[in-house]
C-alpha cells in the first residue's frame, strides 16, 4: 500500500535546482534511506514532503491526495517528522516534551490520559531515557535531546516517519539503540524516511535508497540496485570500498 509519493518532485533554493523530477512511491513497511553531500537538498526533501515546503514544479500525495488539500491536524495523525533542530522554546521537562507526540491524537481542551502517558514512558525507555522523564529538557546534552525528539516521533504513532539525521549526536551505542528500534518500527509496519550522512546505517535498517547529487540528479530504488562503492564514490565525490560480511554490505572511504 502506497502511503507517500511524489509526482516529478522538483526543488529549488534560490537559483539552484536541487532535486528535479522525483518520482517516489513509499509503501507500508519500507525504510528509506535518504543520503548526499551537505546542501544537496535532503532536509528541504523533507520539508516538502511534510508538507512545509512548497516545490518548485510537481506534487507531492499523501494516501492518494495532494498534500497541500491535506489539512495539518489530518498530516500529523498520518505522518511523524522529526526536523533537524531539537528547538523548545518553552520550559519543559523530558517527559512533557516526549507527550507532545500525542498532541494529533487528542482535541483541543482534552489532557493526555495515563495510557498517553505510559506510552511515552515505554518510548524513553526503548532510547535509555526512563529515568529522565522528570529531567529540565534544557539540561540535557545534545545526544539526550536527540533522542528524545525520536522518542517524541514514536509517542506520536504516526504510519510514516520522516526522520532527518535523527542518530546525530549520538555516541556508538546509543546509535545501534537507536538502529535497533528503527528496525522494530519497520517489523511493526510503520515506513521510514530517514536522512543520514553514514552510508552504513542502511544495511541495519534500510529497505530502499534516494540518492541526492545536489544538482538536480538522483537515484532511487531497492537499496541492492543503489547503495554500492561506484555510486557513492560519484555521490560524495571520494572514492569508497565495499565490504560484505553476511550478506550485508559495508562502505569504506578509501584514505
Same mark, same amino acid.
Given at each position: 500500500?502506497?502511503?507517500?509519493?511524489?509526482?516529478?518532485?522538483?526543488?529549488?533554493?534560490?537559483?539552484?535546482?536541487?532535486?528535479?523530477?522525483?518520482?517516489?512511491?513509499?509503501?507500508?513497511?519500507?525504510?528509506?534511506?535518504?543520503?548526499?553531500?551537505?546542501?544537496?537538498?535532503?532536509?528541504?526533501?523533507?520539508?516538502?514532503?511534510?508538507?512545509?515546503?512548497?516545490?518548485?514544479?510537481?506534487?507531492?500525495?499523501?494516501?492518494?491526495?495532494?498534500?497541500?488539500?491535506?489539512?495539518?491536524?489530518?498530516?500529523?495523525?498520518?505522518?511523524?517528522?522529526?526536523?533537524?533542530?531539537?528547538?523548545?522554546?518553552?520550559?519543559?521537562?523530558?517527559?512533557?516534551?516526549?507527550?507532545?507526540?500525542?498532541?494529533?491524537?487528542?482535541?483541543?481542551?482534552?489532557?493526555?490520559?495515563?495510557?498517553?502517558?505510559? !506510552?511515552?514512558?515505554?518510548?524513553?525507555?526503548?532510547?535509555?531515557?526512563?529515568?529522565?522523564?522528570?529531567?529540565?529538557?534544557?539540561?540535557?546534552?545534545?545526544?539526550?535531546?536527540?533522542?528524545?525528539?525520536?522518542?517524541?516521533? !514514536?509517542?506520536?504513532?504516526?504510519?510514516?516517519?520522516?526522520?532527518?539525521?535523527?542518530?546525530?549526536?549520538?555516541?556508538?551505542?546509543?546509535?545501534?539503540?537507536?538502529?535497533?528500534? !528503527?528496525?522494530?518500527?519497520?517489523?511493526?509496519?510503520?515506513?521510514?524516511?530517514?536522512?543520514?550522512?553514514?552510508?552504513?546505517?542502511?544495511?541495519?535498517?534500510?529497505?530502499?535508497?534516494?540518492?541526492?547529487?545536489?544538482?538536480?540528479?538522483?537515484?532511487?530504488?531497492? !537499496?541492492?540496485?543503489?547503495?554500492?562503492?561506484?555510486?557513492?564514490?560519484?555521490?560524495?565525490?571520494?572514492?569508497?570500498?565495499?565490504?560484505?560480511?553476511?550478506?550485508?554490505?559495508?562502505?569504506?572511504?578509501?584514505?
Amino acid at each position: 500500500m502506497s502511503l507517500l509519493q511524489t509526482q516529478n518532485l522538483s526543488l529549488k533554493q534560490g537559483e539552484r535546482i536541487l532535486i528535479a523530477g522525483l518520482n517516489l512511491t513509499i509503501g507500508t513497511g519500507e525504510a528509506w534511506i535518504v543520503l548526499g553531500e551537505n546542501g544537496c537538498g535532503k532536509s528541504t526533501l523533507l520539508s516538502a514532503l511534510a508538507g512545509w515546503f512548497k516545490p518548485y514544479g510537481g506534487a507531492v500525495m499523501l494516501g492518494g491526495q495532494a498534500i497541500t488539500q491535506v489539512v495539518p491536524a489530518q498530516r500529523a495523525l498520518a505522518m511523524a517528522w522529526q526536523t533537524q533542530q531539537d528547538e523548545c522554546p518553552f520550559p519543559l521537562t523530558t517527559l512533557e516534551k516526549t507527550l507532545t507526540g500525542r498532541h494529533p491524537h487528542l482535541s483541543r481542551w482534552e489532557w493526555e490520559s495515563d495510557a498517553d502517558l505510559v !506510552l511515552a514512558q515505554q518510548q524513553l525507555a526503548r532510547l535509555d531515557l526512563a529515568d529522565f522523564g522528570a529531567r529540565d529538557l534544557a539540561s540535557l546534552s545534545g545526544g539526550e535531546r536527540r533522542r528524545v525528539s525520536l522518542a517524541t516521533v !514514536l509517542t506520536q504513532q504516526a504510519p510514516l516517519l520522516l526522520l532527518d539525521e535523527p542518530l546525530s549526536q549520538l555516541d556508538l551505542r546509543h546509535q545501534q539503540q537507536a538502529l535497533g528500534v !528503527l528496525r522494530e518500527e519497520v517489523q511493526e509496519g510503520r515506513s521510514i524516511v530517514m536522512v543520514s550522512h553514514d552510508p552504513n546505517h542502511a544495511a541495519q535498517f534500510a529497505t530502499h535508497a534516494l540518492l541526492l547529487f545536489g544538482n538536480g540528479e538522483w537515484q532511487a530504488g531497492v !537499496l541492492a540496485d543503489v547503495l554500492n562503492a561506484e555510486m557513492l564514490s560519484k555521490l560524495y565525490h571520494h572514492p569508497v570500498f565495499e565490504m560484505q560480511q553476511d550478506g550485508k554490505s559495508w562502505f569504506v572511504p578509501i584514505a
